[in-house]
């Protein structure tokens, strides 16, 4: 009998379990080592689980477990300058490729990489035109088409699935609005997302967000009630809420109306010691963070760090639920159990005096 309920209860526990919030001490961190890589991007690759990152300084491309465990994607490609800086990541699992903005002998590119389990095969590195400024973030529609974000020079590319590209969008809004004022002003139009047919971009130095049409490049802007400050990266979650991360915290947005207007659901602080720039969504609703330490390669540290970090966040409400949910459905499960335990020993009595008579 007592192994019949606790096979009741593992089983309750195991079918439930995935659908549970995550409580705070339960966030998903992840150490890894890998030399000198300050990675800026970062990406998810749901077939292997594994997060992909890149050398800001380098050629270099990691693929990193949940454990922390990592692996040196062969680089099957001479044509990716050892000089480069690989900013933005994005994997496009339906067609199993890797998506990387590269910049290179001071000119952007996209590169598209066939993603093997431990390799990467180039398909194609086409110039992004006009061929000035820096090529920060990628993204890509349903049709396998993908969009880079320049943001020193404030405009975005649209490239096929087979390489071809052309200018979206240059809209004077993204000129229009006054520039904070911080060591980072010079970076404008920074994450991208692709979102129910158009895009959302953020900037950097105005904390705006743009709506952007993929077919004409039209832009608009999402009206917020605050400016996203030194927005970078941003990623969207299966239930619509958007992530926006800075170097040192995290928005969560929703919108009601397709993104004319957005509210903020919550904002949680970062770790800025760890200059955390991109952010990923994991199996729809998990939220991660890259920690890659990238103002020590830019302010050029004295002592190389081996070690980095990716970190999953959650909003302050959602922790909060979590934890009450699991009390509750503790005593549930306690109540439960007490009902069984005596419905079981009543039977037991019942057996026992049938055996006597």
């Known amino acids: 009998m007592a192994n019949f309920s606790l096979a009741l209860l593992f089983l309750f526990v195991s079918l439930f379990s995935p659908f549970l919030p995550i409580k705070a001490q339960d966030l998903h961190k992840i150490r890894f080592k890998s030399p000198g890589l300050y990675p800026e991007g970062l990406t998810y690759e749901p077939t292997s689980q594994r997060f992909i990152v890149a050398s800001l300084q380098g050629n270099k491309f990691i693929s990193v477990s ?46 598209s990489f066939n993603l093997n389990q431990s390799s990467l095969d180039l398909h194609f590195l086409a110039l992004l035109s006009p061929s000035i400024g820096i090529a920060n ?16 020079k404030n405009f975005i590319s649209k490239v096929t699935e087979n390489g071809t590209v052309a200018v979206l969008s240059n809209s ?25 047919g158009f895009l959302l971009v953020v900037q950097s130095n105005t904390g705006k967000m743009f709506k952007v049409n993929t077919i004409d490049g039209t832009a608009t802007t999402v009206n917020l009630p605050l400016d996203l400050k030194l ?48 952010v990923v969504v994991r199996d729809g609703r998990r939220v991660y963070v890259v920690y890659g330490y990238v103002q020590e390669a830019i302010t050029g540290n004295s002592q190389e760090r081996e070690w980095f970090r990716i970190e999953e966040i959650r909003m302050k409400k959602e922790t909060e639920e979590g934890s009450l949910l ?32």
């Open 66 to 111: 949940g454990s922390g465990d990592t692996l040196t994607l062969t680089l099957n490609s001479p044509e990716i300058s050892p000089n480069s800086t690989i900013l933005g990541l994005a994997v496009d699992h339906r067609n199993h490729r890797l998506l990387a903005a590269i910049n290179s002998f001071s000119s952007p590119f996209i590169a």
């Open 137 to 152: 973030d990628v993204a890509f529609d349903d049709s396998g088409n993908a969009y880079v974000t320049n943001s020193d």
């Open 172 to 196: 004077s809004r993204f000129t229009h609005n006054p520039v904070h004022e911080s060591p980072y002003s010079y970076c404008g139009l920074n994450g991208v997302v692709y979102v129910n």
């Open 231 to 278: 927005a970078d990266g941003i990623a969207v979650k299966d239930d619509g809420i958007v992530v926006v991360v800075s170097m040192n915290k995290a928005w969560f947005l929703r919108s009601v109306d397709d993104w004319n207007n957005g509210v903020v659901v919550d904002e949680i602080a970062l770790d800025e010691n760890g200059y955390p720039t991109s």
């Open 326 to 357: 699991w009390v509750v459905l503790l005593v549930g499960l306690g109540l439960g159990y007490f009902f069984f335990w005596k419905f079981q020993m009543g039977q037991l009595v019942k057996n026992m005096d049938r055996k006597r008579l």
